[in-house]
């Protein structure tokens, strides 16, 4: 290697040291910035469990290669020639989960995945996991659960030992998706006679794979060939004894050594910043989820909780100010729930805009506080009079009422969660727009009707 061969080299050893520890910031930074409730903790585990160990991998400078194939392809058996030693468990998988510390290895049980680490180049470890048959039991899901782990591998061996299927090449094309590095290792050539082995790999390579692989992605290996050896038995007749022979695995070693020599550390710092990036997405897209259901059933307790108090309330002027009061504690409420501090002010503020926006929806719950109110003040004074007849009336007009303020409190509720969702904003849209767009995609005609059962059961119990 010249000067110049030996500057650039150095000069892309630093800046994949760059790309790693910036990888290692921002993954620790969105860790510790998650901004979650305790109960969205509970509720988003997994996820966050998928951050940490991605951080601890960073952390720890360890590089994941995955063994992908269907079953019988000799998986396995190839992870323990790599190895050196037997520690994946050949036949079906059983999910172990093995770590190595030097030369010992410590078992620990998983359900899923196999994995084994060792010591690597500097302070870096390579991973390497066996994952579950492409078409073992349970196809689906253990599909899904095999391009879920392509997604965190840095490398990808997918393991053929003939001429690749349909199946096969369906379930590579999927895996292909990941975007990660990959190498088709073709196993068991020792099975083949040297003019066939040829032929397959040249239909693999020029046929079935030249849309998805180069051939420089194509190796041919025999994990665990079979020797035969001639015995003589006691009576002095020969026969001849199948035996297993010394793995051959150097070529993909050498192929394993070169990619992560070139490319080891900015490869691993890319896959984690793309699956770091695509698990917050999961984590932000859950946390609003829960944020909506919470926000829903805030609103319409604040919505049964008004109705309630505006039927029960003989004064007209005191209506109109409790369903004030009520809907500004629903927006205090609501800004709390998503992490947006608000002011009194601020929500009475926020209030104004929304009724505002919302035009003959805001004037006919004004409208049906202030006549409707009247009336049932009406009824209410005529009962003594009436002997408890006009209570009928008073009932049902006081019932109409708040389910016409219970509707309005509704969709300033909805108005608000969307504001709030949107980083208190309405958007690229004008208040009045957003809000009647809010307004149309909801059936008021079936929350009225709700409104008035669950106010009618209520009612009834006072």
């Known amino acids: 290697m010249d000067d110049f061969d030996r500057t650039l080299f150095d000069f892309a050893n630093i800046q994949a040291e760059l790309n790693y520890k910036n990888a290692t910031t921002a993954v620790r930074e969105l860790v510790a910035n998650l901004d979650l409730t305790p109960r969205e903790r509970q509720e988003l585990e997994a996820e966050i469990d998928s951050l940490e160990t991605l951080l601890d991998k960073l952390e720890n ?111 590579l094309s999927q895996v292909r998706e990941a975007g990660k590095p990959l190498l088709l290792v073709f196993n068991k050539v020792d099975r083949y006679p040297e003019a066939d082995r040829a032929a397959i790999y040249e239909k693999i390579r020029d046929d079935r794979v030249r849309e998805l692989l180069s051939p420089e992605e194509i190796v041919m290996v025999a994990a665990s060939p079979q020797v035969a050896r001639a015995t003589v038995k006691p009576d002095g007749t020969r026969q001849v004894k199948w035996e297993r022979g010394t793995p051959q695995v150097e070529p993909l070693k050498l192929k394993i050594l070169e990619i992560l020599h070139r490319e080891g550390k900015s490869l691993v710092a890319l896959n984690s910043l793309l699956y770091a990036d695509e698990a917050n997405d999961r984590v932000v897209q859950k946390k609003m989820a829960i944020r909506d259901r919470a926000a829903d059933a805030l609103i319409w307790k604040a919505t049964i909780a008004k109705a309630v108090a505006i039927a029960v309330n003989p004064v007209t002027v005191l209506d109109a100010i409790g369903a004030a009061a009520v809907d500004v504690s629903t927006i205090l409420g609501l800004s709390h729930l998503y992490g947006i501090p608000m002011t009194q002010t601020g929500a009475i503020d926020l209030l104004q805009k929304i009724v505002l926006g919302m035009g003959g929806v805001g004037a006919s719950e004004l409208l049906a506080t202030l006549g409707l109110g009247s009336l049932k003040g009406l009824f209410g004074l005529a009962t003594p009079i009436s002997g408890g007849t006009s209570l009928v009336g008073y009932v049902s007009v006081a019932i109409a009422q708040a389910s016409v303020a219970g509707v309005a409190s509704y969709n300033i509720g909805q108005a608000t969660k969307t504001y709030l969702a949107n980083g208190a904003s309405w958007g690229e849209e004008s208040p009045k727009a957003a809000i009647a767009r809010i307004l149309a995609s909801i059936d008021e005609v079936s929350i009225l009707n709700r409104i008035k059962a669950e106010l009618q059961q209520k009612l009834a119990m006072q």
């Open 61 to 171: 400078a360890v590089v994941q290669i995955a063994a992908f194939g269907m079953v019988g392809r000799g998986k396995s058996s190839l992870l323990n020639a790599l190895v050196g030693q037997t520690v994946f468990e050949t036949g079906p998988l059983h999910g172990v989960t093995t770590t190595a510390q030097t030369a010992n290895w410590n078992v620990d049980r998983d359900d899923e995945v196999l994995q084994v680490s060792f010591p690597g180049a500097g302070n870096s470890k390579i991973e390497l996991m066996d994952t579950p048959g492409l078409d073992e039991v349970n196809g689906e899901t253990r599909a899904k659960l095999a391009i879920e782990i392509a997604k965190q591998a840095d490398l990808i061996l997918f393991v053929v030992s003939g001429d690749i299927t349909q199946i096969e090449f369906e379930a």
